[in-house]
């Protein structure tokens, strides 16, 4: 998977302000729409799509990482955004630690085989520790892009 090229360099946030999980959400999808990414009555169904995901179970998977993620038909393509927050969000995650790092996942369901394999992808490069290490410090959205880059490179 090349995730480096689903991520746009636009689409990351590396300074984000919110302190819990709504304010986060809301702060990614207003620079997706800003980039031109959705409109803003998508945006609005998305977060909503994202809030009733997160009524089922947190999107916190720990270790400082949350995949929120959501369908949504009014999309052509996946859209992934990553957020970086310096202190942290409390996110409800499944250790309890506050999410340093945030990968938002939005995608039409005709394109469920991309979705879960974005999923997995995350989660799987999340999960290794170095990687991990990596992420946490990544400082600006060139380190993001690098970062993904350089885990291609070595898969």
């Given at each position: 998977?090349?995730?480096?090229?689903?991520?746009?360099?636009?689409?990351?946030?590396?300074d984000?302000?919110?302190?819990?999980?709504?304010?986060?959400?809301?702060?990614?999808?207003a620079?997706?729409?800003e980039?031109?990414?959705?409109s803003e009555?998508?945006?609005?169904?998305?977060f909503?799509?994202?809030?009733?995901?997160?009524?089922?179970?947190?999107?916190?998977?720990?270790?400082?990482?949350?995949?929120p993620?959501?369908?949504?038909?009014?999309?052509?393509?996946?859209?992934?955004?990553?957020?970086?927050?310096?202190?942290?969000?409390?996110?409800?995650?499944?250790?309890?630690?506050?999410?340093?790092?945030?990968?938002l996942?939005?995608?039409?369901?005709?394109?469920?085989?991309?979705?879960?394999?974005?999923?997995?992808y995350?989660?799987?490069?999340?999960?290794?520790?170095?990687n991990?290490?990596?992420?946490?410090?990544?400082?600006?959205?060139?380190?993001?892009?690098e970062?993904?880059?350089?885990?291609?490179?070595?898969?």
């Open positions: 998977m090349h995730f480096s090229k689903l991520v746009k360099k636009k689409n990351i946030v590396a984000l302000q919110g302190t819990e999980r709504e304010g986060v959400l809301r702060e990614m999808l620079r997706l729409r980039n031109g990414e959705m009555k998508d945006a609005d169904q998305i909503s799509g994202l809030m009733a995901r997160e009524r089922l179970g947190t999107t916190g998977i720990g270790r400082g990482i949350a995949i993620h959501v369908r949504f038909d009014g999309l052509k393509d996946l859209l992934v955004a990553v957020g970086r927050s310096g202190p942290g969000v409390d996110y409800a995650a499944v250790d309890g630690g506050k999410v340093k790092v945030v990968f996942v939005v995608t039409p369901a005709a394109k469920q085989d991309d979705y879960l394999a974005v999923l997995r995350v989660s799987s490069i999340a999960r290794d520790d170095y991990n290490k990596l992420l946490m410090g990544a400082q600006t959205a060139k380190d993001f892009v970062i993904f880059q350089d885990i291609e490179e070595n898969d």
